[in-house]
């Protein structure tokens, strides 16, 4: 099946920092999903985002299906972007499967 | 508030004895799955369902059953809990294949 890599697996932030987050996929993808894990275990959608760019106040993605990637971007960080980034997609069964997380702490 | 709900909050079971987690979803979402999360790890599928009276297996679905007798409601049944089921659960859905999917507020299991 399709392998879904994220990096960096850890990152950490001094508040107001921006940083880039990335999954490398084996194949392309039809289907791309970013999810915020907060520290309550809580998974929020961020971005459902197949293709082309998307901005929602300080975080975009990008992803690129024909060049298998997709980028996250968080600017001026703030402590509450604490958790784990997950990127998910469609694999060859059409199943939702997800890479392995950044994990992301942000120091005030 | 439209949206996943699962219950319980949290559990814990005695190695041996039946469970059901339970996930309800008020979107009609045709497709519904079962992932579990163990500590540092990523999620993984256990069982999936595409539309109401389907299921089938993912990647992790030794040891669970579940079954989709309508749209809404989708229980994973532990049969015989074994310590290595203690996990967070989640429940999603989706309307379709490529669609967004959503997410319960998990289920954290500890069989003892």
Known sequence: GIQVEQSPPDLILQEGANSTLRCNFSDSVNNLQWFHQNPWGQLINLFYIPSGTKQNGRLSATTVATERYSLLYISSSQTTDSGVYFCAHNNAGNMLTFGGGTRLMVKP | ?112
């Open chain 2, 1 to 112: 508030i439209a949206g996943i709900t699962q219950a319980p909050t949290s559990q814990i079971l005695a190695a041996g004895r039946r469970m059901t987690l339970r996930c309800t979803q008020d979107m009609r979402h045709n497709a519904m799955y079962w992932y579990r999360q163990d500590l540092g790890l990523g999620l993984r599928l256990i069982h999936y369902s595409n539309t109401a009276g389907t299921t089938g297996k993912g990647e992790v679905p030794d040891g669970y059953s579940v079954s989709r007798a309508n749209t809404d409601d989708f229980p994973l049944t532990l049969a015989s809990a074994v310590p290595s089921q203690t996990s967070v659960y989640f429940c999603a859905s989706r309307q379709g294949l490529n669609t967004e999917a959503f997410f319960g507020q998990g289920t954290r299991l500890t069989v003892v």
